[in-house]
């Protein structure tokens, strides 16, 4: 937060020597130096970094003036679906259940997943959720093919470089017919794909976002919106909204 790139390598450095495997001081690393940089943060990065400030995380956000949930259902709103309780609804990344309130009119069933135990025991709180899992989010999507007609995801495929394999997964749990609506942060037009941004998280070109999603079959609608308020600057984001193909993608 205060530009000394340097000063912060070195103590995550010394930190992987009295710790070589620590999640957070590894993937911190890769950010700041754009070293050995992962498709995606690891499991046990996410778990323990939502874990950590599950208790303080609605109020934190709220300060921040996070907005990524109200984008997610201001899409689904204009997509004309009725909120007729009628959908299977997934909220993929549902952290302390921001998203579940907004979604439930449509949900005939409201699933929320997320790595992080902590974040789901604040959800549980909402008293929206019907189901809550602790799970890897594509290792959910594949194990539940054809089970949604919605998936929404707030601020969670931030913490995904690579798109190309939850985006497959997303396109085979889905019905046909069925609607995938995401945030994403905007990456710089210096930016091929995607890139891990020194705060930790990925940002992604749009483009790329239209080719993965293109790829696996989606039709995509991308707008530019704010995200929150980050060190009192605006986040850029992307948000998706994508259908799903009439016939299935793949095996």
């Known amino acids: 937060m205060l530009g000394e790139v340097d ?7 010394d930190w992987i020597k009295e710790d070589p495997a620590d999640p957070v001081a590894r993937h911190m690393l890769a950010a700041c130096t754009g070293r050995d940089v992962p498709a995606r943060a690891s499991d046990a990065f996410v778990a323990h970094t939502f874990d950590s400030f599950a208790s303080s995380f609605d109020s934190k956000l709220q300060r921040l003036s996070y907005r990524a949930p109200a984008l997610v259902a201001a899409m689904l709103e204009d997509s004309g679906v009725s909120p007729a309780k009628q959908l299977d609804v997934l909220d993929a990344g549902c952290g302390t259940g921001f998203c579940g309130p907004l979604v439930v009119p449509y949900a005939r069933r409201l699933t929320g997943v997320d790595l ?4 789901l025991a604040q959800a549980k709180e909402k008293g929206v959720y019907d189901d809550l899992v602790t799970s ?10 054809g089970a949604f007609d919605l998936i929404v995801s707030a601020d969670t495929l931030v913490y995904f470089g690579d ?7 997303a396109a085979r749990a889905l019905r046909p017919g069925g609607l995938l609506i995401f945030t994403l942060e905007r990456a710089g037009s210096d930016v091929g794909e995607f890139r891990l941004e020194m705060h ?11 080719e993965v999603l293109s790829t696996a079959g989606f039709m995509a609608e991308i707008r530019h919106a704010e995200l ?5 600057v ?14 299935s993608t793949g095996t």
């Open 163 to 169: 798109l190309t394999g939850v985006a497959s997964a």
């Open 116 to 119: 992080s135990e902590g974040m």
């Open 136 to 145: 890897e989010l594509t290792e959910y999507l594949d194990a539940h093919r």
């Open 7 to 13: 000063a912060a390598v070195r103590i995550y450095e």
């Open 234 to 247: 605006p986040v850029a984001g992307l948000v998706v909204f994508a259908s799903h193909p009439a016939r």
């Open 228 to 232: 929150r308020m980050e060190a009192g």
């Open 200 to 210: 930790g998280r990925y940002s992604h070109a749009q483009a790329y976002v239209e």
